[in-house]
């Protein structure tokens, strides 16, 4: 579908969230942050790569606040798969390339 990360927000994150037909994977940052800011393009790689398969999305955690409260966000970057609307896995860290598929590839099988 796409082959770059999207941004959400408070309006936005609910209805992509219960609506998507395939998994979701979205990474909480924040402008500040040293590891989000070296993950980020890793993030957009991957969004290239597998962007037919899974959506992948971006919420600024500065800017976006009630939904860092809300997912419990504590350290950033935080990655949330989503599959039919519920969380299915949760990792924080920057992740290097191939954990990141490692990871989308729990989400396809």
Do not use: H
């Not at 927000?9 to 969230?17: A, R, W």
């Not at 395939?22 to 393009?41: H, M, N, R, Y």
């Not at 991957?46 to 899974?54: D, I």
């Not at 798969?81 to 989400?107: C, D, H, M």
């Amino acid at each position: 579908m796409l082959s770059y990360p999207i941004d959400l927000n408070g309006e936005t994150f609910k209805d992509i969230i219960e609506k998507s037909p395939i998994p979701i994977l979205i990474d909480f940052w924040a402008v500040w942050c040293g590891p989000c800011k070296s993950f980020a393009p890793i993030f957009t790689n991957a969004a290239k790569k597998f962007g037919k398969k899974v959506i992948f999305c971006k919420v600024n955690t500065d800017a976006e606040p009630t939904l860092a409260s809300q997912y419990q966000i504590r350290s950033i970057p935080t990655l949330i798969a989503f599959k039919n609307g519920i969380e299915t896995n949760r990792v924080s860290g920057a992740l290097p390339p191939l954990q990141l598929e490692g990871l989308i590839n729990s989400l396809l099988y």
